[in-house]
């Protein structure tokens, strides 16, 4: 069992950063959140924009042809999609583009995933495509050439460290146990001056938390090799804020519901915001823009009116409720936001190029 694990490690060893609690309660290889379970669905403990309705998925197919097009229509070209989940978006993104371009024979799909059971789920979903599709543990195995990557809800899932303003300056935030043996957060060392705090957040008030993602950089490092050789634009649709912030945005949900970080470890979704400014380091960022107008700009409307002609009462009123879900502010529309980056001789894709219309 993890809990007992992390504790007897703790126990010996001491308190852990609470990037390596996340670490080993998402991706623990024989306990992990993300490699045992299949967590997404109205069954699972979350849903995702593209169990909502094929429409996200098909508003993104839309974005990848505008995108290829505006980089020049290069061939052969590959789509890479980070953390796929149940492969849903990825289906319905291939199903459409096979009605709206039909060269699709000469695109491949690259698929980065580290949960064996939702990689088997993923080959199901996808299983009849014609494109050839290769799975990946991590992005820097994918092969460099033209690329249009997708990223939806991949980066609030990476561990992230936390550091918390005491009397005595910045100190990293770790997880320890308390009096009873249960998980807490306490004090650990101070962070030297001049490392990882930015300079406007050193003088906080006394109890702020700043978090940091490493994990940002190693992403943007395989996507700079990508990028620098090749025609490439990413897409990331996730929920977060331009940093960096003062602020603690690290949660746990289980079966819909937020629940305490420490609650039953490998079997809770841990997730934290994402610095969409940290993710932009380094090449040309469009965005970000909220996924209500993204979506909208891309014809999500048009294509629910569509929709709507061939489907009974009932099936119209859940394509009317779909589209405020995914596209309405007090929804998933302004809590979530896209965020374009492509390689430096590209302009920016549609709808970036656009002036915020809803």
């Given at each position: 069992?993890l809990?007992?694990?992390?504790k007897?490690?703790?126990?010996t060893k001491?308190?852990?950063?609470?990037?390596?609690?996340?670490?080993?309660?998402?991706?623990?290889p024989?306990?992990?959140?993300?490699?045992?379970?299949?967590?997404?669905g109205?069954?699972?403990?979350?849903?995702?924009?593209?169990?909502?309705?094929?429409?996200?998925?098909?508003?993104?197919s839309?974005?990848?042809?505008?995108?290829?097009?505006?980089m020049?229509?290069?061939?052969p070209?590959?789509?890479?999609?980070?953390?796929?989940g149940?492969?849903?978006?990825m289906s319905d993104?291939?199903?459409?583009?096979?009605?709206?371009?039909?060269?699709?024979?000469?695109?491949?799909?690259?698929?980065?995933e580290?949960?064996?059971?939702?990689?088997?789920?993923?080959?199901q979903i996808?299983e009849?495509?014609?494109?050839?599709?290769?799975?990946?543990?991590?992005?820097?195995?994918?092969?460099?050439?033209?690329t249009?990557l997708?990223?939806?809800?991949?980066?609030?899932?990476?561990?992230?460290?936390?550091?918390?303003?005491?009397?005595?300056?910045?100190?990293?935030?770790?997880?320890?146990l308390?009096?009873?043996?249960?998980?807490?957060?306490?004090?650990?060392?101070?962070v030297p001056?001049?490392?990882?705090?930015?300079?406007?957040l050193?003088?906080?008030?006394?109890?702020?938390?700043?978090?940091?993602?490493?994990d940002?950089?190693?992403?943007?490092?395989?996507?700079?090799?990508?990028a620098s050789?090749?025609?490439?634009?990413?897409?990331?649709?996730?929920y977060?804020?331009?940093?960096?912030?003062?602020?603690?945005?690290?949660?746990?949900?289980?079966l819909?519901k937020?629940v305490?970080?420490?609650?039953?470890?490998?079997?809770?979704?841990?997730?934290?915001?994402?610095?969409?400014?940290?993710?932009?380091?380094?090449?040309?960022?469009?965005?970000?823009r909220?996924?209500?107008?993204?979506?909208?700009?891309?014809?999500?409307?048009?294509?629910?009116?569509i929709?709507v002609?061939?489907?009974?009462?009932?099936q119209?009123?859940?394509?009317?409720?779909?589209?405020?879900?995914?596209v309405?502010?007090?929804?998933?529309?302004?809590?979530?936001?896209?965020?374009?980056?492509?390689?430096?001789?590209?302009?920016a894709?549609?709808?970036?190029?656009?002036?915020?219309?809803?």
């Amino acid at each position: 069992m993890l809990e007992e694990q992390l504790k007897s490690y703790i126990q010996t060893k001491g308190p852990v950063s609470t990037r390596a609690f996340m670490e080993a309660c998402l991706y623990d290889p024989q306990h992990g959140y993300y490699r045992v379970g299949s967590p997404i669905g109205s069954e699972g403990d979350f849903i995702t924009a593209p169990e909502i309705s094929q429409m996200f998925g098909e508003m993104i197919s839309i974005w990848t042809v505008l995108t290829w097009q505006m980089m020049g229509q290069p061939f052969p070209l590959q789509i890479v999609e980070l953390g796929p989940g149940r492969g849903t978006l990825m289906s319905d993104l291939l199903r459409s583009l096979s009605r709206i371009h039909p060269q699709s024979e000469t695109i491949s799909v690259h698929l980065v995933e580290r949960s064996d059971s939702l990689k088997t789920v993923q080959r199901q979903i996808l299983e009849g495509f014609e494109c050839p599709i290769s799975w990946h543990r991590s992005l820097a195995d994918v092969p460099s050439a033209p690329t249009i990557l997708i990223a939806n809800e991949f980066l609030d899932c990476l561990p992230i460290r936390q550091f918390i303003k005491t009397g005595s300056g910045w100190h990293e935030r770790v997880v320890g146990l308390d009096d009873n043996g249960d998980f807490c957060f306490r004090v650990g060392s101070e962070v030297p001056k001049g490392m990882i705090i930015p300079t406007r957040l050193l003088q906080a008030e006394v109890g702020s938390i700043f978090e940091f993602c490493p994990d940002f950089e190693l992403v943007m490092k395989d996507i700079h090799r990508l990028a620098s050789q090749h025609p490439f634009a990413g897409l990331f649709v996730d929920y977060g804020f331009e940093g960096p912030n003062i602020g603690e945005t690290l949660q746990a949900v289980k079966l819909h519901k937020k629940v305490s970080p420490f609650m039953t470890p490998g079997e809770v979704d841990l997730t934290a915001h994402v610095d969409f400014t940290a993710v932009a380091n380094g090449l040309k960022a469009f965005g970000p823009r909220d996924q209500g107008a993204f979506l909208s700009q891309l014809g999500i409307g048009a294509r629910a009116e569509i929709l709507v002609q061939s489907a009974s009462e009932e099936q119209a009123e859940k394509l009317a409720s779909d589209v405020v879900r995914l596209v309405a502010p007090e929804h998933m529309g302004s809590l979530f936001k896209a965020l374009c980056i492509t390689s430096a001789t590209l302009d920016a894709p549609p709808p970036f190029d656009q002036k915020v219309v809803l």
